[in-house]
């Protein structure tokens, strides 16, 4: 499985960080939840700013939480929670 990530992102209403990723050739939409920033990277604000910066910062270890997640559910789309990156 070929996975690229197409450096798209934006926050969502949801608090949600949605990103993109290509897996073979199809566009898949990815997301990360704000909970997950804090938890996780320390992200402390709920601004859009605050949680792209976080976002930011962490895009590589975000990125390949995506990815496994990506091959255990045979491309389908992701929404990274806590748990996800033990």
Known sequence: MSVVFSGRREV???SRVVFEALV???DIWCSVS?????DQFGNQ????ADL?????ANRVVIEGAATRVLERSGARSVE????DFH
């Open 24 to 26: 073979d050739g199809k």
């Open 45 to 48: 604000g709920r601004f859009h």
């Open 80 to 83: 990274l929670e806590t748990a």
């Open 52 to 56: 792209l910066r976080t976002f930011e």
């Open 34 to 38: 704000a909970d997950a920033l804090d």
């Open 12 to 14: 969502v209403a949801a």
